[in-house]
T-cell receptor
Framework: QQQVKQSPQSLIVQKGGISIINCAYE??????FPWYQQFPGKGPALLIA?????SEKKEGRFTISFNKSAKQFSLHIMDSQPGDSATYFC??????????FGEGTQLTVNP | NAGVMQNPRHLVRRRGQEARLRCSPM?????VYWYRQLPEEGLKFMVY????????ESGMPKERFSAEFPKEGPSILRIQQVVRGDSAAYFC????????????FGPGTRLTVT
């Protein structure tokens, strides 16, 4: 019940395209859903986050869509750039005690 | 405005030795979390600490692992009698408050057990 399932495992997108990464969760107590970006050899960097009282949040080229009834949320990267090539992790939390991470998606944006 | 700091960045230990990993949270943050990342896997929660208190250690292996966050100084994750399976990247994160939710990660310590 604590798991967060993430797909796809890897994703290849052309420059300028839209990258879409999906996550699903079971625990309805989760009330905070962040996305992290990780480059090789670096720590995860907080990218964008959403709470379940809104269905969408946009920051620049990054958008989170949230479907509470389906217990799913997704990250959309518009106008994907080669510099976006990284591993992306979704996560979920409740009560600010711990993050439960998805398995990660390795995104490659071809020039 | 320094972020979360971890040292050492790389640590090599022989089987049976002790590994000691340090984490200094962001300025003003009093909550620290440790996560472990095995190769090609996501991050797994290990322990959540506040100053001088362990709040949640449900993700810590029962033996050989311990963590502390003293009143003064960095948080320490200690692994005694390391085994090859302990080889991983260990990340520390900090937050301003436990319920603020926003956790900021350090660069990690890559532990290699030979």
């Amino acid at each position: 019940q604590q798991q967060v399932k993430q797909s796809p495992q890897s994703l290849i997108v052309q420059k300028g395209g839209i990258s879409i990464i999906n996550c699903a969760y079971e625990n309805t107590a989760f009330d905070y859903f962040p996305w992290y970006q990780q480059f090789p050899g670096k720590g995860p960097a907080l990218l964008i986050a959403i709470r379940p009282d809104v269905s969408e949040k946009k920051e620049g080229r990054f958008t989170i869509s949230f479907n509470k009834s389906a217990k799913q949320f997704s990250l959309h990267i518009m106008d994907s750039q080669p510099g976006d090539s990284a591993t992306y992790f979704c996560a979920a939390d409740h009560s600010g005690s711990r993050l439960t991470f998805g398995e990660g998606t390795q995104l490659t944006v071809n020039p | 405005n320094a972020g979360v700091m971890q040292n050492p960045r790389h640590l090599v230990r022989r089987r049976g030795q002790e590994a000691r990993l340090r984490c200094s949270p962001m300025k003003g943050h009093s909550h620290v979390y440790w996560y472990r990342q095995l190769p090609e896997e996501g991050l797994k929660f290990m322990v959540y600490l506040q100053k001088e208190n362990i709040i949640d250690e449900s993700g810590m292996p029962k033996e050989r692992f311990s963590a502390e966050f003293p009143k003064e100084g960095p948080s320490i994750l200690r692994i005694q009698q390391v085994v090859r399976g302990d080889s991983a990247a260990y990340f520390c994160a900090s937050s301003y408050q436990g319920n603020s939710y926003e956790q900021y990660f350090g660069p990690g310590t890559r532990l290699t057990v030979t």
